[in-house]
């Protein structure tokens, strides 16, 4: 989700309703896209140059020694708590992987069950 939501960040930046249409064509309900826009808009505040020159110089989201590259450790520290106050988790919680890689004592072991 991190270059999908990006994207919807960058929408989000010319217009709020680009941004939360944007979200809301990935699949997130009204609320859900809600906190996800408003983790894009401080994020951006927060972390705006970090993440662009990340961004702009092509860093991996993963940096050699294992850690988050600057922006998204700069978004984990400034932006996740409150995400995850509003949201209730996060994908790490719920046991789902993503496209960035991480150490395997960080993602909850959860049994996937879809009905």
């Not at 941004?19 to 859900?32: A, I, V, W």
């Amino acid at each position: 989700m991190t270059k999908p939501v990006r994207l919807c960040g960058v929408k989000g930046f010319f217009s709020k309703k680009w941004g939360m249409k944007c979200l809301q064509n990935l699949g997130f309900t009204y609320p859900c896209s809600q906190i996800w826009f408003y983790n894009t808009i401080n994020t951006r505040k927060e972390c705006g140059l970090t993440c662009m020159w990340s961004w702009v110089t092509h860093r991996p989201y993963v940096k050699p020694d294992g850690n988050l590259n600057n922006c998204l450790q700069c978004d984990e520290d400034k932006s996740g708590p409150v995400f995850k106050y509003y949201s209730g988790r996060t994908r790490r919680d719920s046991g789902i992987t993503s496209e960035i890689d991480r150490p395997n004592d960080q993602i909850y072991n959860m049994t996937q069950c879809y009905y």
